[in-house]
């Protein structure tokens, strides 16, 4: 007897010591599970891509959401998956998408596919269960909700009507920009680094020139080219800036927590009020979205009653 409890206790201590090196579990789902390590591998993905998009205001506290948002997106991922689990052969969808996947590559066998794959870094069992969390839950957002989607005539001829304003949309520029990081330039280093981008423009370099010399800013791989914005997309205190250029006006040194950022205004847009015919596909598609976003929350409610689900403390 004292030979058996000495052999239980040995176990207990085993798998305590074990679970202290398993990986900590931040949402399960059923017997779906999203360990600490997926989670922080994916929150530094979207936040990377967060910065290389985004210049807009209260910057800091928009990447504060991300970490809530992120895993109420895993969350009902988790929920799609399980319930496509219920409703089709999810094992076959995701063996079609990765036949598909090969079909479009040119790739003749799962053999070669999985050598292709781990030259990469990525075995073939990693890469289907990135199907299943990537195509899987878009595939039933599309069968369950989006395929339910109907709309009338008179629905679009209501909106039209109630949004003539909305739908003439927003004035926009598009940008180029250097960005003088202030790990490398001090304000007055950077002031003489404006300076001297503005004398060679003035003696014939491009924009593009300079923000391959100069930039810091993700653009930089674009040759500066930043990209179209809203006034809502950019700080209070870069929008003042740029919205006052002329089209092909270099800005004056604005300040940012990154650096010092210098602005070419390449083209500008103004809103115009379209026609009922030439807003018609806008607004099909405002009048969709419009319904799957009350749909999509109505049906996750629906997932969280039917299914267990337990996000960990720590992260809530």
């Known amino acids: 007897m004292r030979k058996l409890i000495f052999i239980a206790i040995l176990l ?7 679970a202290k090196v398993v990986d900590e579990i931040v949402v399960k789902v059923n017997d779906s599970i999203i360990t600490k390590d997926e989670y922080e591998k994916r929150l530094s993905r979207t936040i990377e891509a967060f910065k290389k998009e985004y210049k807009g205001p209260d910057f800091d506290e928009q990447l504060k959401e991300i970490p809530g948002k992120l895993l109420n997106q895993m969350i009902e991922e988790l929920l799609l998956i399980e319930k496509a ?6 094992d076959m969808i995701v063996k079609m998408q990765v036949e598909n996947f090969m079909k479009e590559n040119g790739i003749k066998d799962e053999a070669e596919f999985d050598r292709a794959l781990k030259a990469e870094g990525l075995s073939l069992e990693e890469f289907k269960k990135q199907v299943l969390l990537i195509y899987v839950p878009e595939f039933m957002k599309s069968r369950e909700i989006r395929s339910k989607i109907s709309l ?4 679009i001829e209501d909106f039209y009507i109630k949004n003539k304003e909305k739908l003439q949309g927003k004035p926009q520029v ?7 990081a202030k790990e490398k330039y001090s304000k007055g280093t950077a002031k003489q680094a404006y300076s001297d981008i503005l004398i060679s423009l003035s ?3 491009t924009f593009s020139e300079m ?7 993700y653009s930089r791989q674009n040759e500066g080219d930043a990209g179209w914005y809203f006034s809502d997309d950019l700080s209070k205190e870069i929008s003042q800036v740029v919205f006052n250029l002329k089209v092909g006006q270099v800005s004056e040194l604005v300040e940012t927590k990154q650096g010092y950022y210098i602005f070419k205004l390449v083209e500008r847009k103004e809103p115009k009020v379209p026609t009922m015919d030439e807003a018609r596909s806008s607004i099909i598609e405002m009048i969709k979205e419009q319904k799957f976003a ?16 337990r996000l960990n403390p720590k992260y809530v």
């Open 12 to 18: 207990f201590i085993s798998f305590f010591c074990l």
């Open 85 to 90: 689990k219920q409703m089709y052969q999810v």
């Open 152 to 155: 009338s005539e008179q629905e």
């Open 174 to 180: 598009h940008l180029e920009e250097i960005l003088l």
């Open 203 to 205: 003696k014939g370099a």
């Open 211 to 217: 923000a391959r010399q100069y930039s810091a800013a």
């Open 294 to 309: 009350e749909s999509y929350k109505q049906y996750i409610d629906q997932l969280k009653k039917e299914h267990y689900v």
